[in-house]
């Protein structure tokens, strides 16, 4: 199985900073057929259910605000927050869609500094 | 829009088993493979089980291969998972979600295993 390993387990922010998290996959979810990494990246809110932020490691969802920006490839990956607001603190947690079974990191909470 | 809603959940002793639906709208719902992911309280994600938009194929996580059971019914537009032989770390809520990139998710049921 694919291990997805995310840090910061969590980190506090204050609104308009940057704000970088990891992941790396213990395999390259890049694959050569196509040239795509099998990576996406989902939100978290209280209470609420996971939401698709990006995919294929890059790409934004439809309706997704653009100071979300996913990037890396092969077995490195990062999420970056441009200028992080208020409504940004949630759990993040990337996921590899690369090879069954698909598998999740263990998240990354952004909390309020 | 797609909606997905989840169904079935309660509190059940070990051993026991549970069904949980998920009946999808606002898409073709026999075009998309299908996933059940869950939750344990305060912590993270865990995907449990993928079947395909025609049922050809199933895949489970270990921690469940053998126990559970991912069925779809395309003419009802749900899906479905079958829980045997539930021990105390099945206790989540349970999600179903749309696709090959998990892009629509359900508000999820909770499944408690408690003697």
């Known amino acids: 199985d694919i291990v997805m390993t995310q840090t910061p387990s969590s980190q506090a922010v204050s609104a308009g900073e940057k704000v970088t998290m990891s992941c790396k996959s213990s395999q390259s979810l890049l694959y050569s057929g196509d040239q795509k990494n099998y990576l996406a990246w989902y939100q978290q809110k209280p209470g609420q259910s996971p939401k698709l932020l990006i995919y294929?490691?890059?790409t934004r969802e439809s309706g997704v605000p653009d100071r979300f920006i996913g990037s890396g490839s092969g077995t490195d990956f990062t999420l970056t927050i441009s200028s992080v607001q208020a409504e940004d603190l949630a759990d993040y947690y990337c996921?590899?869609?690369?090879?069954?079974?698909?598998?999740f990191g263990a998240g990354t909470k952004l909390e309020l500094k | 829009e797609v909606q997905l809603v989840e169904s079935g959940g309660g509190l059940v002793k070990p051993g026991s088993s549970l069904k949980l639906s998920c009946v999808a709208s606002g898409f073709t719902f026999s075009s998309y493979g299908m996933h059940w992911i869950r939750q344990a309280p305060k912590k993270g994600l865990e995907w449990i089980a993928l079947?395909?938009?025609?049922?050809?194929?199933?895949y489970y996580a270990d921690s469940v291969k053998g126990r559970f059971t991912i069925s779809r019914d395309n003419s009802k537009n749900t899906l479905y998972l079958e829980m045997n032989s539930l021990r105390s770390e099945d206790t989540a809520m349970y999600y179903c979600?749309?696709?090959?990139?998990?892009?629509?998710w359900g508000q999820g049921v909770m499944v408690t295993v408690s003697s």
């Open positions: 996921q590899q869609h690369y090879s069954y079974p698909y598998t």
């Open positions: 979600a749309k696709g090959g990139t998990v892009d629509y």
């Open positions: 294929l490691a890059s």
């Open positions: 079947i395909y938009y025609d049922s050809s194929n199933k």
